[in-house]
Structures are given as C-alpha cells and as structure tokens.
Nanobody
Framework: QVQLVESGGGLVQAGGSLRLSCAAS????????MGWYRQAPGKQRELVAT???????NYADSVKGRFTISRDNAKNTVYLQMNSLKPEDTAVYYC?????????WGKGTLVTVSS
C-alpha cells in the first residue's frame, strides 16, 4: 500500500508563488512516475505535470514556463513550484504516483489565487 500526503497549499494573490510538496510512503518501487493533477470547481481533474524517476518531465500547456516539477528520490517526495499564479490556477491539487500498473492519489491540497 502507498500513502501520499500533500502540503503547501493556501491563499495567494495573483502573480505570487507557492510550493507544493507530496511525500510518498509505503511500498515504493523504483521506476515510478509521480505527478500533480488539479480539479477546479465544476471541472474535471486535469494533468498539471509529471516526472519520472529519471527526472523526465511533462507539463500541461497552461502551466509551461510558470510551474516546475521536481523530485527527491531518496525522500520519495515530489514538489511543484508554482510561480506567476493566476486566478484560473485555483483548484484542489492532487499528488499522484503510478507504479507496477497501479495508481495512487493523495487527498489533495487547496490552492486559491485571488485577483
């Protein structure tokens, strides 16, 4: 079993920055992919960014150039540095881990960007 715990959400003004963290615990295997997804009110959950254990990254077009995903494999932790935040970035952000054909989710952390 795998547990994911997010932290770092909060309220920020447009143009500001936040850094999200997600710590994974339990049976973690090498070669996994970790990522961040988000769900705004009334919308479907969408991909924000993913990162492989080899540090290969993938970003949604809407966050390219503003968000940076990184990870510390020794700590089984993934980070999301969010800069130049916009009101449309307001959402619950969920951490995700995929390994051995199974997908795990955190409970989410709320990010609110005020205009």
């Amino acid at each position: 079993q795998v547990q994911l715990v997010e932290s770092g959400g909060g309220l920020v003004q447009a143009g500001g920055s936040l850094r999200l963290s997600c710590a994974a615990s339990g049976r973690i295997f090498s070669g996994n992919i970790m990522g961040w997804y988000r769900q705004a009110p009334g919308k479907q959950r969408e991909l924000v960014a993913t990162i492989t254990s080899g540090a290969g990254t993938n970003y949604a077009d809407s966050v390219k150039g503003r968000f940076t995903i990184s990870r510390d494999n020794a700590k089984n932790t993934v980070y999301l540095q969010m800069n130049s935040l916009k009101p449309e970035d307001t959402a619950v952000y969920y951490c995700n881990l995929v390994q051995v054909l199974r997908t795990y989710w955190g409970k989410g952390t709320l990010v609110t960007v005020s205009s």
